[in-house]
């Protein structure tokens, strides 16, 4: 041993003699040391929190390069004090440091201290090794730390250091190590994270502070003892670094957003990817979502997805693909990538476009039994009830989400070859098959479609038109926003869609997608019950919903009410409770008309009385056609086309005030219309205490009377209410002057 550093100091004091300008010339610098340092890839939400670092082609975790000015001075100093105190005065190669190692190691008969330079560490570093580091190699080493000290600034050494040198457990470059122990940037360290950071790379693999903090002190406070010693620390500076408690924060890459971070797992080389995710939203949406699934357990629903979009900017502030990446029943697959039925959440799209055609929110679909004759044969929908509801305005047809009143309405403006077009420009990219494959079944959901993608087409209704592309990257081009959808046939479908009396005969008064704030909102369940989505927006965002399972199999009823409602709810009720939430101004273009909703025609002070009105809105200059004498029979009953005339005298009729013409002198009769026999109301508990109300209506009288054994009724007025309970309640309403009478039952839930 001493006979072997007496030769390698004599070799130095040699190359100092003679050598030390020209041969270290003769000998090239390591390839890899020209070369960038390798960069893992590091996916960071949009606040700059880590969400996960990849591991690099060495198959470590390394942060993208810092430059000399980015290092703090502090841990410049650390660095100084741990590895080579006289880096800034010596030549590559510190004699005294090995004249020093050389008598320490002589006079002990074994190496007890190094000499090895921040150059030579380099240069080792990035040097392959191939066996034993043997004598000439060690030689070889010192003389290319000598070139490397003529050829480079000792800042761009130094800096080179930081980012190439190991601090352990998978650890590359200061910064990785800044990020991976106390999960913070290097401008934040304190001069005791410094000191506990120089210490580590002497020996990374002993010196693990994760698993004996305890044995990394010594060395720390070594080095914070040499700080002060060398006047790079004061005595106050001192005192309070040997005094503070290291605390470590794990973070060995992270495992946030696993979903969203697999959608960007294709971009290629290293570097840091800023994503657009909340990381706190997303969190709530990944808690929100498994404690919703949870309570659905009993139903068959294992999995679910969704999805937030900012509408001004097109990004998505969060993305859940699965309730856990982890299950074992498929949590690594996407639902908010993997296609899906989407059911009745396609129907907007198809009412938008019949408004671009001329068509209102008054007009008339005759939600009755038809049949389409197609090229594979007939083709007949039906409701989800399996009952019709006859004479339908626009506005109550896709409130209440009315498959026969849908594909009327397609078939009316030129079937699936006016509609897929449109949706292929709002970004819907599984539609690749032509018109004829689809039908008129295309607007009820038998194309599978991403939920992305499909929130992205609301995001383009909540921009009143304006598509603008999603993206999951702070630096994407999501490409210029353009006009593709009207602006106020735009924002008439949100003003339906936040019409909860619009919803009510399908959904009931107090469903979960009555928010305390106007939203627009709409369901859809595919044919099969395994899939149900719940989507819907404000001006501010769009939140997308999926539920259902993996391996496809289907749902226990449940519908997109009472699966993806409860999760759409509570992430928009959470984003209410940290956003300001708006609505929309009435465009000027629009205006206020009485309609009678039988026949869609507009009331006017010079129009018969009509026992039904409601207020609607209407682009100027597309105003119905005033209602007549002739729109009603003597008694003020609304006379409908004779395709009604089946249907008026069903069970299904829930407006009874109705005849046929050529039928004015057909019996009348009293019908309940609301609430329609059957009707389920699930009980909201937020606002249960203070009285859950059902607004009782008949048709063919004026003034019905009202009665229940099991729930109390209220007077108010002209209008009379049920205070709910649950149970199932029996309803009867009668008619003095004609002594009709009829019957109803509702059947009311706990949610």
């Not at 969400?51 to 000015?69: F, I, M, Q, W």
């Not at 290092?71 to 090995?98: C, Y």
């Not at 007549?628 to 029979?633: E, V």
Request: a positive charge; charged letters at 20%; aromatic letters at 8%.
């Amino acid at each position: 041993m001493r006979r072997r550093w007496l030769i390698f100091f004599t070799v130095l004091l040699a190359l100092a003699a003679g050598g030390w300008w020209g041969v270290p010339w003769l000998l090239p610098l390591p390839e890899a040391l020209m070369r960038p340092p390798p960069a893992s890839m590091l996916y960071l939400a949009r606040d700059g929190t880590p969400l996960r670092h990849l591991l690099d082609e060495n198959g470590t975790r390394s942060a993208p390069p810092v430059k000399y000015a980015e290092i703090p001075p502090t841990l410049v100093h650390a660095l100084l004090a741990a590895e080579d105190k006289r880096f800034f005065s010596h030549g590559g190669i510190d004699l005294l440091a090995v004249l020093r190692a050389g008598r320490d190691n002589a006079s002990s008969g074994h190496i007890v201290s190094g000499a090895s330079t921040i150059h030579q560490q380099l240069i080792k570093n990035t040097t392959p090794q191939a066996g034993r580091r043997t004598f000439w190699v060690k030689v070889v080493e010192a003389l290319r730390a000598r070139r490397l000290a003529m050829s480079w600034s000792r800042e761009e050494v130094l800096a080179a250091y930081a980012n190439r040198i190991s601090f352990g457990n998978l650890m590359t470059g200061a910064a990785a190590a800044a990020a991976g122990y106390f999960h913070k940037p290097l401008g934040d360290l304190t001069p005791a994270e410094c000191a506990l950071l120089a210490a580590l790379p002497q020996s990374p693999a002993r010196l693990n502070p994760f698993r004996h903090l305890e044995g990394v002190l010594p060395r720390q406070r070594h080095i914070l003892d040499k700080m002060h010693e060398l006047h790079w620390l004061d005595e106050e500076q001192h005192r309070v670094a040997l005094s503070q408690k290291i605390v470590l924060q794990r973070f060995s890459g992270g495992f946030e957003a696993p979903h969203a971070i697999e959608m960007l797992r294709g971009e290629v080389g290293g570097g840091t990817i800023r994503t657009t995710l909340d990381a706190t939203l997303q969190q709530q949406v990944e808690t929100i979502m498994a404690q919703r699934l949870e309570a659905l357990k009993g139903r068959h629903v294992t999995h679910a997805a969704v999805v937030v979009i900012e509408n001004t900017t097109g990004v998505v502030r969060a993305l859940a693909g699965s309730r856990d990446f982890f299950a074992k029943d498929g949590g690594q697959l996407n639902g908010a990538w993997a296609p899906h039925s989407p059911g009745s959440a396609m129907k907007p799209f198809t009412y938008l476009l019949a408004f671009e055609r001329g068509a209102t929110a008054a007009s008339i679909v005759a939600d009755l039994p038809v049949e389409f004759a197609t090229s594979s044969g007939t083709y007949r929908p039906e409701n989800f009830s399996l009952r019709s509801y006859g004479p339908m305005t626009y506005r109550y047809a896709l409130g209440n989400s009315l498959n026969i009143s849908a594909v009327r309405v397609l078939d009316s403006i030129g079937g699936a070859e006016t509609l897929l077009p449109k949706l292929r420009e709002l970004g819907l990219g599984t539609l690749t098959e032509d018109a004829t494959h689809y039908g008129l079944g295309l607007t009820i959901g038998n194309a599978s479609v991403r939920l992305v993608e499909l929130a992205n087409a609301y995001a383009c209704l909540a921009r009143l038109g304006r598509f603008k592309a999603w993206t999951l990257r702070q630096d994407g081009k999501a490409g210029a926003e353009r006009r593709i959808l009207g602006e106020n046939e735009s924002w008439l479908i949100a003003d339906i869609l936040s019409d909860n009396q619009a919803r009510e005969m399908a959904f009931g008064g107090w469903s979960v997608l009555r928010l305390p704030f106007k939203c627009a909102v709409k369901t859809g369940t595919s044919s099969t019950f395994r899939d149900n989505w719940t989507l819907g927006y404000t001006p501010e965002f769009t939140v997308g919903v999926w539920a259902g399972n993996f391996d496809n199999t289907p749902m226990q009823d449940v519908s997109g009410v009472t699966g993806a409602g409860p999760i759409f709810r509570d992430v928009m009720m959470h984003l209410h409770e940290k956003h300001a939430m708006s609505w929309y101004a009435m465009p000027k273009e629009m205006v206020r008309a009485r309609i009678d909703p039988r026949t869609g025609k507009r009331l006017t002070p010079q129009s018969p009385p009509a026992r039904v009105s409601r207020e609607e809105f209407f682009a100027a200059g597309r105003l119905p056609p005033v209602a007549q004498a002739g729109d009603y029979d003597v008694r003020g009953r609304a006379i409908l086309a004779r395709e009604y005339a089946g249907w008026i005298g069903s069970s299904g009729n829930w407006l009874g005030d109705l005849v046929t013409a050529g039928d004015a002198d057909a019996r009348p009769v009293l019908r309940i219309t609301n609430p329609i026999a059957g009707t389920v109301v699930i009980l909201d508990p937020d606002i249960r205490n203070s009285g859950s109300r059902l607004l009782l209506q008949a048709a063919g009288s004026s003034q019905p009377r009202w009665s229940c054994k099991t729930l109390e009724l209220r007077h108010e007025g002209a209008y009379t209410f049920a205070i709910l309970k649950p149970g199932r309640h029996e309803i009867e309403a009668w008619d003095e002057a004609s002594g009709l009478s009829a019957r109803t039952f509702v059947i009311v839930q706990e949610e």
